[in-house]
């Protein structure tokens, strides 16, 4: 094989090679779906600690990573079963906060149906607010929660969503179950002020500025490539499919 030969076929063996989009660091999005320039942090008043599961972690759209880029001091940690994590018993233990869990059901308060005075009367004056929150499906949630002990025992809070979900891009198991970064917004609307944080302010909507521009840019995306019928340029030769 001479060179001429050679250089031929190394620039067909590196057209058929596999090329991958590049990926930001910190929102893991591709260059078009990279929402960092939109991300203004705020403090909360409150400490939230998101739990979320390896399987969600995976995902590029995890609204949860998205939440803790977005506020301040708060915590993502990975993991499935959180009964022995140094880390979350740490803060389940800190004696400067009152730790809570954010999740539905029979033995939560409902935030929604509980009026202002009783609100401010729900958490201890002389402790700071910690909010545990699960991000994942809802089945993994549940299972999340059923393997921790540790997260047993928390006190539980919730609430009744005001409108439908607006995550557009992703399938909601019913339209008013909302994604982790919605649940955290409306949270802070319904408590922020008992822990000292000005909702009229409306720094919190900084939330969901951030998450309305991911999904607009998602279903931009996908209707240029619907319409377009854009080949995904990734893929080896031989193997493309309309994305």
């Not at 001479?2 to 090329?19: D, F, H, V």
């Not at 009152?98 to 509980?114: A, D, E």
Request: charged share 25%.
């Amino acid at each position: 094989m001479n060179l001429q030969q050679y250089q031929i076929k190394k620039a067909k063996q590196l057209s058929e090679t596999p090329k991958y989009r590049i990926l930001c660091e910190t929102c893991h999005q591709p260059d078009f779906g990279c929402y960092c320039s939109q991300v203004q942090r705020f403090d909360a008043k409150i400490n939230f600690v998101i739990l979320i599961h390896p399987v969600e972690a995976k995902r590029r759209i995890a609204t949860g990573r998205m939440s803790h880029l977005i506020l301040k001091d708060s915590h993502l940690i990975k993991g499935q079963n959180y009964t022995n994590d140094r880390s979350v018993n740490d803060l389940i233990n800190d004696p400067e906060y009152h730790s809570v869990i954010l999740y539905p059901g029979n033995n939560s308060k409902n935030l929604s149906l509980t009026f202002e005075k009783e609100k401010a009367e729900l958490f201890p004056k002389n402790k700071k607010l910690r909010i545990f929150v699960i991000d994942g499906t809802w089945a993994t949630a549940k299972k999340m929660l059923r393997q921790s002990e540790n997260l047993k025992s928390l006190p539980r809070i919730c609430f009744n969503p005001e409108k439908p979900s607006t995550f557009r891009v992703r399938k909601q198991p019913k339209p008013n179950c909302y994604s982790t970064i919605e649940a955290i917004h409306h949270t802070i609307e319904l408590i922020g002020e008992t822990q000292g944080f000005n909702t009229q302010n409306r720094e919190h909507d900084k939330l969901l500025k951030v998450f309305d521009y991911m999904v607009e840019r998602q279903l931009t995306f996908i209707r240029e490539t619907n319409s377009n019928l854009r080949i995904a340029s990734y893929r080896r030769e031989g193997q493309k499919k309309v994305i």
